[in-house]
């Protein structure tokens, strides 16, 4: 009896131990860039200053960049405690300013406006928490083999016809959202103006991180994380060649 109990909790040790060093590599430090992400740009035809006026409409649309210094695409999820926590969830918020994308605004007929494909280098998500972040790239979302989310394909609905300066306007915006190399349908609520010469605004939605097989991150049967999570991207596209194409420091 004596050599079972002896057994049993060299085992136990083993498992302790081997859960700690699981969880130290988990956690430990990953590389990823640092660099602002590229996509492919948008242009009105004839036209070298995005402010076009052929016959295709051009006249009434204008090309914005979004600019990585004063935009903003994050997630928000929640954890819950498995066993001696609270029964409400915590929620979980990491952001990045690492994104990339054209708008071509129509201003007599919102519907008929483009957007670019929309890019985000999702490896560079911070939350406060460096543990968390880098378990994140390193294994639950791997980011830092995947870490370019995209959007692309995007259509405009229900959208106003005409804009005016400092008047909010919504539209629904739905495209194909690429993440951890997984495409999935996914449909943003879209609110913007433009204001001061600039078009800002913000595009939300919900997903589940399970529909992109993500592996939904669960440490030692104590903390797991739930599976719907909210993703927003608040934005200030800027027209022309005005985008600073760099982030301020953190």
């Avoid at 708008?103 to 406006?113: E, H, K």
């Avoid at 939350?127 to 390193?138: H, I, P, V, W, Y």
């Avoid at 989310?149 to 405009?156: M, N, P």
Wanted: glycine share 10%; charged share 20%.
């Amino acid at each position: 009896m004596k050599r079972m109990l002896v057994v049993a909790a060299l085992a136990g040790l083993a498992l302790f131990g081997g859960g700690l060093a699981y969880l130290t590599w988990l956690t430990s430090p990953v590389e990823f860039s640092h660099a602002v992400p590229a996509a492919p740009s948008l242009s009105i035809p004839g036209s070298a200053d995005g402010k076009g006026a052929d016959g295709t409409g051009g006249a009434h649309s204008r090309l914005y960049h979004l600019d990585p210094a004063r935009s903003e695409a994050s997630y928000s999820a929640e954890e819950k405690l498995l066993s001696g926590g609270a029964d409400t969830p915590v929620k979980r918020v990491g952001t990045t300013q690492a994104v990339a994308g054209d708008i071509l605004l129509n201003d007599i007929d919102v519907g008929a406006s483009k957007i670019g494909e929309i890019v985000v280098d999702i490896s560079q998500l911070t939350s406060g928490d460096q543990m968390r972040d880098n378990a994140l790239r390193r294994q639950w979302l791997e980011s830092s083999k995947f870490p370019l989310a995209t959007f692309r394909s995007a259509r405009l609905e229900g959208c106003p016809t005409a804009v005016r300066e400092g008047q909010l306007f919504t539209c629904r915006l739905s495209g194909e959202l690429t993440i951890h190399g997984i495409t999935q349908s996914a449909t943003w609520v879209l609110e913007a103006q433009l204001r001061d010469n600039n078009l800002t605004g913000s595009a939300t939605t919900e997903i589940k991180m399970s529909s992109f097989g993500v592996q939904l991150p669960e440490i030692m049967g104590t903390l797991k994380v739930l599976d719907d999570t909210d993703l927003k991207l608040d934005f200030v596209a800027v027209p022309g060649e005005a985008a600073t194409g760099t982030q301020p420091d953190r």
